[in-house]
C-alpha cells in the first residue's frame, strides 16, 4: 500500500546541535516529496520540495533535504538548530505531480533544549 | 505565494451546532482544499472545494456532515454540522495553482463542548 513513514514521533536536541527528520515512502514511482513546519498555533508552512534533478535540495531556515532513490527516503537536515524551530515536522507527498493528492505523514515534533 | 486568511482562527461551539469555516485567498488559485487534523494526529484530506461544482469528498467524509462552497476562484467556506466532540479538531484551509505545492491557512482550532 502507498505510505508515508516519519518513523520517530519525537526528536529532542541542544540548540546548536544537528538535526535530522527521517522519512520515508512507499509509491511506485518517485513521488513529489515535501516538508513541511508547524510552529505551535500556526498552520502548515513549506520548508522545501523535491520534484526532479538534483537530489540535495535547500530550503528556508537554513533547511535541506536529501532524495535517495535507493532508500525511497527523503530525509530533512539542518547542520545548527534553534531554539525557533521547535515545531511538528510533516513529511508530505504527491504521487500525481498534479497538487491534487498530498498525503501526510504522521509527523515528528522537535524539541530544541537550551 | 498566495496569502491565505482563514476565519475564525478559533472557536468553542455547543454540541449539535454547526460552525461554517471561511477560506479567503489574495489571488485565483485553481484548488482549494480542506483537511482535519485531530489533536496530536496528521492531517487528513476532507475534501476538494471545486468551483461552480459540488466538492470532491475522501473516503469517511460525507456532504450532510461537512458541506462545501466554492463560489469563486478565490473563495471556499466548510461547513462542520451537528458537531460532537469527536469533531474537535484544527480545520485547514490549502491551494494549490498549477504544479505549486499546496499552501496553507493558519486553520482554525475548534472546540466542542
Known amino acids: 500500500a502507498q505510505s508515508v513513514t516519519q518513523p520517530d514521533i519525537h526528536i529532542t536536541v541542544s540548540e546548536g546541535a544537528s538535526l535530522e527528520l527521517r522519512c520515508n515512502y512507499s509509491y511506485g514511482a518517485t513521488p513529489y516529496l515535501f516538508w513541511y513546519v508547524q510552529s505551535p498555533g500556526q498552520g502548515l508552512q513549506l520548508l522545501l520540495k523535491?520534484?526532479?534533478?538534483?537530489?540535495l535540495v535547500q530550503g528556508i531556515k537554513g533547511f535541506e533535504a536529501e532524495f535517495k532513490r535507493s532508500q525511497s527516503s527523503f530525509n530533512l537536515r539542518k547542520p545548527s538548530v534553534h531554539w525557533s524551530d521547535a515545531a511538528e515536522y510533516f513529511c508530505a507527498v504527491d504521487p500525481s505531480g498534479s497538487a491534487r493528492q498530498l498525503t501526510f505523514g504522521s509527523g515528528t515534533q522537535l524539541t530544541v533544549l537550551p | 505565494s498566495a496569502v491565505i486568511s482563514q476565519k475564525p482562527s478559533r472557536d468553542i461551539c455547543q454540541r449539535g451546532t454547526s460552525l461554517t469555516i471561511q477560506c479567503q485567498v489574495d489571488?485565483?488559485?485553481?484548488?482549494m482544499f480542506w483537511y482535519r487534523q485531530q489533536p496530536g494526529q496528521s492531517l487528513t484530506l476532507i475534501a476538494t472545494?471545486?468551483?461552480?461544482?459540488?466538492?470532491?469528498?475522501e473516503s469517511g467524509f460525507v456532504i450532510d456532515k461537512f458541506p462545501i462552497s466554492r463560489p469563486n476562484l478565490t473563495f471556499s467556506t466548510l461547513t462542520v454540522s451537528n458537531m460532537s466532540p469527536e469533531d474537535s479538531s484544527i480545520y485547514l484551509c490549502?491551494?494549490?495553482?498549477?504544479?505549486?505545492?499546496?499552501?496553507f491557512g493558519d486553520g482554525t482550532r475548534l472546540s466542542i463542548l
Open positions: 472545494a471545486n468551483q461552480g461544482s459540488e466538492a470532491t469528498y
Open positions: 490549502s491551494v494549490g495553482h498549477g504544479d505549486q505545492p499546496q499552501h
Open positions: 523535491y520534484f526532479s534533478g538534483d537530489t
Open positions: 489571488s485565483q488559485v485553481t484548488m
